[in-house]
């Protein structure tokens, strides 16, 4: 039988803590690599992998994206296109409704591509969807879009209790970075 930690005679304020993120978030939230850090699938200051709890694949997501979001966001045609620990790539298909007179992708698709992106990448960080309202957007834009396809990769940067913030890239079918956008995003328990 173990003692409880104020009555060990090897007693650390570390063992205190340690066993508080451990009654607080789960056991299986804690390991040694990462010290029971909370924000899993995002690489760690020191150089230490985190520990990852996404488990969507490419049909996860797909079925995500087919779910979720509202028609007119499925009516963007956005799909999986690869997937890391602490990131989501998807694919914005060439689509003539998508231009305004100018030819060029609007500004509006390009901001409702990295939203969903970034819903995407959170989802898949925490092995699922859960209800989450988004903070903030901010985009710029950096080049015109006139054809072919976008990448919209959407990476955390830090995911905490109840905010997660992200960075966007928009990549036109050259590769050459079209937009890129920051966002904050709140968890909704």
Not at 96 to 101: E, T
Not at 104 to 109: A, W
Not at 116 to 142: C, E, R
Request: with cysteine; net charge positive.
């Amino acid at each position: 039988m173990q003692l409880p930690v104020h009555q060990n005679p090897n007693f650390s304020p570390n063992d205190a803590a340690k066993q508080y993120r451990t009654w607080r978030i789960g056991s299986s939230n804690v390991s040694k690599n990462d010290g029971g850090n909370r924000y899993h699938g995002v690489p760690a200051a020191n150089g230490r992998a985190k520990k990852h709890l996404g488990i969507m694949d490419h049909s996860a997501i797909s079925a995500l994206l087919d779910s979720t979001f509202a028609p007119w966001i499925r009516d963007l045609g956005l799909s999986p296109e690869s997937i890391l620990d602490a990131s989501v790539t998807l694919r914005l298909p060439h689509a003539d409704k998508l231009r305004h007179a100018g030819g060029v992708i609007c500004g509006q698709v390009f901001m409702a591509a990295a939203d969903t992106a970034m819903i995407v990448a959170i989802s898949h960080a925490l092995g699922g969807f859960q209800p989450m309202t988004t903070v903030s957007l901010t985009t710029s834009f950096l080049r015109p879009v006139k054809s072919g396809d976008v990448l919209v990769t959407a990476t955390i940067l830090r995911r905490g209790r109840n905010l997660v913030f992200g960075a966007i890239e928009l990549h036109d079918e050259t590769g050459a970075l079209a937009a890129h956008a920051t966002t904050t995003v709140m968890l909704i328990a």
